[in-house]
């Protein structure tokens, strides 16, 4: 299988997303989709897949023009998309997910749905429970699930949209070696948009890099097949940079501050939870702290911070935000004391679809009772210079890329908070992209809020933590030094190895 994508173009009002792109992917080869936040390559993913239509150009599919509309056309012609959000319905079992995406939909017999599904899984050592609720999974199960579900019904082109996003290493590993597998044995096109330079160098072939919707260049990748030095490594993650950012950047660093009193007590706390055993946890969060918290998926550092916001049940132990008993609090109480919680999921829990983003700006305004919408509008415009948002105060939310809608709900932050409590805060960010925030967010430290935050990225949480705590099945272990611990030594405690100490 070849595909073409011929003099592609891609508007949204004054934004030119794809400028007249042409490229040509082969079959056996693993490619990487890069470029910075709002540079075109999700867009230019969704053209190929289905979800939104070309305003000018040509899809081939082996020599041939193929006109499509919508996913389940392109997924007729061969072509899948892996979302960063699998597609699935939380209240359906794996087994019944399977079938109703399904091209035989609910026709299918389970007995033989269920075989396909054992088959498929079992070549890729996925472990995947037909019986199981989707809402129990975790999040690489859930690709899992849409990976067999699409070889299912028969593409041989794989597009997968920022796929390393909250799973662990081993997770990972087995997500990589399936997709090595799928071009390798069984010669399809793997497609992978991320931002995560170092698994772009591990996994793929070849990148192509976009900036500002142009396709400015390609490259190919050392060959993973050998043992990579850590220098070759460096040399082709600081091209790649180049490449999408049209310049070097600077290493990542921190300026550690003074640290003041204590923000929030944490002692003896115990966290609900019917499918972990949460260990009583204590901490102690001072002003102008960073807390790093670390570990796998599921392991229990969002349910410790969604207790602490007041948005998880706790079953024992204290909670004090500046020396007051907050176990009986509602988080609206805690917003208006200076607590304030980000959520990972975007518009699942951060955003309304159907907003504008001078509606979002009016929602987090003190007086709701008038709204004066010109001062709201500015204050947008202002928040969408500052933040580098890539859109316009009247766009709906849901109009802007992944990252930028991650720009938007760091900007509704309050300027001043005590303590702000962060799940993924970077979530779908490139790296320059992620600095900045992290530059925002360090000058709220710089006046006194602390900070905790969970990420999967390592060097993010060893670059800016003052303290880092690992989640490991429930229990709790903090690091003794975080600026003596290397991300690989990180990278160990987080898969347990320190019970073997």
């Known amino acids: 299988m070849q595909i073409e994508l011929r003099n592609i173009h891609k508007r949204f009002g004054p934004v030119h997303a794809n400028q007249d792109i042409s490229v040509t992917f082969h079959e056996g080869k693993i490619v990487g989709i890069l470029g910075e936040n709002g540079a075109g390559k999700s867009t230019l993913m969704k053209i190929l897949s289905g979800f939104q239509p070309a305003d000018q150009g040509q899809i081939l599919i082996d020599g041939q023009v193929i006109d499509y509309t919508g996913p389940t056309a392109a997924i007729a012609n061969g072509i899948g998309m892996l979302q960063q959000?699998?597609?699935?319905?939380?209240?359906?079992?794996?087994?019944e997910n399977f079938i109703y995406g399904g091209a035989e939909g609910i026709a299918l017999g389970r007995?033989?749905?269920?075989?396909?599904?054992?088959?498929?899984?079992?070549?890729?050592?996925?472990?995947?429970?037909?019986?199981?609720?989707?809402?129990?999974?975790?999040?690489?199960?859930?690709?899992?699930?849409?990976?067999?579900?699409?070889?299912?019904?028969?593409?041989?082109?794989?597009?997968?949209?920022?796929?390393?996003?909250?799973?662990?290493?081993?997770?990972?590993?087995?997500?990589?070696?399936?997709?090595?597998?799928?071009?390798?044995?069984?010669?399809?096109?793997?497609?992978?948009?991320?931002?995560?330079?170092?698994?772009?160098?591990?996994?793929?072939?070849?990148?192509?890099?976009?900036?500002?919707?142009?396709?400015?260049?390609?490259m190919e990748m050392p060959s993973a097949d050998h043992n990579l030095t850590g220098a070759v490594i460096a040399e082709t993650k600081q091209h790649l940079v180049t490449m999408m950012f049209g310049e070097e950047l600077e290493a990542q660093s921190r300026e550690h501050y003074d640290l003041g009193k204590p923000v929030l007590e944490v002692d003896q706390l115990l966290v609900h939870d019917l499918r972990l055993d949460m260990q009583p946890i204590s901490m102690s969060v001072q002003a102008s702290e960073v807390i790093g918290l670390a570990g796998l998926d599921g392991s229990g550092q969002?349910?410790?911070?969604?207790?602490?916001?007041?948005?998880?049940?706790?079953?024992?132990g204290n909670l004090r935000l500046n020396g007051d008993n907050i176990v009986g609090a509602s988080y609206r109480q805690l917003f208006h004391r200076g607590c304030v919680f980000g959520a990972a999921g975007r518009l699942e829990e951060g955003l309304i679809a159907g907003l504008t983003l001078t509606e979002h700006t009016a929602l987090v305004a003190d007086d709701h009772m008038r709204i004066d919408w010109k001062s709201m509008a500015k204050r947008t415009a202002s928040r969408i210079d500052q933040y580098r948002v890539k859109g316009r105060a009247a766009d709906n939310v849901e109009q802007l890329s992944g990252g930028n809608q991650q720009r938007v709900l760091m900007g509704l932050l309050p300027d001043d908070p005590q303590l702000l409590i962060l799940e993924q805060p970077t979530r779908g960010l490139d790296v320059d992209s992620a600095r900045w925030i992290w530059t925002q967010l360090l000058q709220r430290c710089q006046s006194g809020t602390a900070i905790i935050f969970n990420s999967s990225d390592l060097e993010e949480l060893v670059t800016y933590s003052d303290r880092i705590f690992v989640f490991y099945a429930g229990r709790v272990y903090p690091v003794p030094d975080v600026s003596q611990t290397s991300i690989d030594e990180l990278g160990h405690l987080i898969g347990g190895e320190f019970q073997q100490a």
């Open 85 to 95: 959000d699998p597609l699935d319905v939380g209240a359906f079992t794996v087994l």
């Open 111 to 218: 007995a033989q749905a269920e075989a396909t599904l054992d088959d498929l899984s079992a070549r890729f050592g996925f472990e995947l429970d037909p019986h199981q609720l989707i809402d129990n999974l975790l999040i690489a199960q859930r690709q899992q699930l849409e990976i067999v579900r699409l070889l299912a019904l028969g593409v041989q082109t794989l597009i997968l949209d920022e796929p390393t996003t909250g799973i662990s290493a081993e997770q990972k590993i087995i997500l990589f070696d399936a997709l090595r597998k799928l071009a390798r044995d069984e010669g399809m096109i793997i497609l992978l948009v991320s931002h995560k330079l170092e698994d772009v160098i591990e996994l793929c072939d070849e990148v192509l890099v976009l900036r500002a919707g142009v396709l400015v260049g390609d």
């Open 302 to 316: 969002e349910l410790f911070m969604r207790a602490c916001a007041r948005l998880g049940r706790i079953t024992g």
